[in-house]
């Protein structure tokens, strides 16, 4: 967790791929979404960023607001965070994923709920509205998924008091981070061991709408404003909204510090997936990160079958509808 009142995770640094990875393959061996990679990376084909360039892997993220329990998840942010219970063997701490939301013409509910079970190797019974969305498509649909690596499922799923609503891995890793459920929340399969592994039923979860997003980095106030989604009431991210969201930041140390509005105006109309720093004469993250060395990647892409590849060995990690 975050030390002196900060309420952000992470840091972000920049790497030179090989030329044949991709932007996914960076973030899927780095724990981010493919929205998050993209949004960092603007200039940079996606999928041929090129030898050489530097790519910023934006892996730096404004924790949700208090309280903070069980699971979280900002829709917009595409993000999940896992606050375990703290115990005198283990402080407080939060780990976090990105996950895949619902397509366009879907939603998550939205509120608080809870985990009422956990499934090794489901089966899905496929809903009639998602059979007939498909079929309206051309595309025939079984009625039945059995367990197995096709299941859209995935292996593991922990299920949500919202009916239908289950946080589960995927059959299709390539990509997450986008829109591509049908109101279920998708994680990278290896990080759906990891959270299968320490939730239990009874578990909170709480599911938001926050595009506009504000913390503490360094004891200055940061921002980051994501894609808003439309099939929810449009939430406020104006200057309004962020004075406010400013306001309800924990107290901080020292005398208060001057606030770049024109910066915070540019960023509420473009959208930034690092947090940014509002103080007058702060550097932006692009700026910064300029700076920065480059790792070099050089492990090997997963190719044409990504949504089967063996999940990456990532340094320091753990071995409905849909």
């Not at 949004?39 to 960023?49: G, H, I, T, Y």
């Not at 976090?96 to 499934?119: C, H, M, N, Q």
């Not at 770049?260 to 997936?273: E, F, I, N, P, V």
Request: net charge positive; proline share 14%; charged share 20%.
């Amino acid at each position: 967790m975050p030390t002196q009142g900060d309420t952000v995770v992470g840091e972000a640094f920049v790497v030179t791929p090989t030329p044949d990875n991709t932007l996914f393959d960076l973030a899927r061996y780095f724990d981010t979404g493919a929205l998050d990679i993209t949004l960092s990376n603007p200039r940079l084909d996606p999928w041929v960023p090129g030898a050489g360039q530097r790519v910023i892997i934006p892996t730096e993220y404004i924790l949700p607001p208090k309280p903070w329990r069980g699971i979280v998840v900002n829709i917009p942010q595409r993000r999940l965070f896992y606050f375990p219970p703290k115990t005198a063997r283990r402080p407080a701490t939060v780990i976090t994923f990105p996950v895949s939301i619902a397509r366009e013409g879907w939603s998550t509910p939205l509120g608080d709920t809870r985990v009422v079970g956990k499934y090794k190797d489901p089966a899905w019974i496929v809903p009639r509205s998602i059979k007939a969305e498909h079929e309206a498509g051309g595309e025939p649909f079984p009625d039945y998924f059995p367990p197995g690596v096709d299941n859209p499922m995935g292996m593991l799923a922990i299920q949500t008091g919202f009916r239908g609503i289950f946080i589960h891995g995927t059959n299709k890793p390539w990509g997450l981070g986008l829109r591509q459920s049908h109101g279920c929340l998708h994680l990278y399969p290896e990080d759906a061991v990891q959270l299968f592994g320490q939730v239990a039923a009874g578990l909170p979860v709480r599911i938001e709408n926050r595009p506009l997003v504000v913390g503490i980095r360094h004891g200055g106030v940061v921002m980051a404003r994501y894609p808003g989604v439309s099939e929810y009431p449009a939430a406020p991210v104006g200057l309004d909204a962020l004075r406010a969201r400013i306001a309800a930041l924990p107290p901080r140390a020292g005398p208060p510090e001057e606030l770049d509005w024109a910066r915070a105006k540019t960023l509420l109309g473009s959208g930034s997936a690092l947090p940014v720093p509002l103080a007058v004469g702060s550097p932006l993250p692009a700026r910064r990160l300029a700076d920065a060395p480059a790792r070099p990647y050089t492990h090997p892409p997963y190719g044409s079958d990504a949504n089967q590849a063996s999940p990456p060995v990532r340094p320091g990690s753990a071995a409905g509808t849909d």
